[in-house]
């Protein structure tokens, strides 16, 4: 995917409507619907809450191996 899409993706993931996406990038709409339905194709998903809900489990995917386990070593049990 192209940094266009990723982007877009981005802020379909986060509740952007096609319009909102469009002025933000400073595009039209019709452009928006375009690169959309190139994403679903290359995701092989059929609707924007598919490709949502993917890009936040891969977004969650990334975070975890990016954050450092919590859990402590009990040193009282040494």
Known sequence: MTPTHREILALTARGHLNK???????????????QQQEILRR??????TQAAVKFAVYQ????AQDTPPTEKPDCHRL
């Open 20 to 34: 909102e996406i469009a002025w933000l990038r400073g595009s039209t709409e019709g452009t928006i619907k375009r």
């Open 60 to 63: 969650e995917r990334l975070r």
């Open 43 to 48: 995701l092989d998903l059929r609707s924007r």
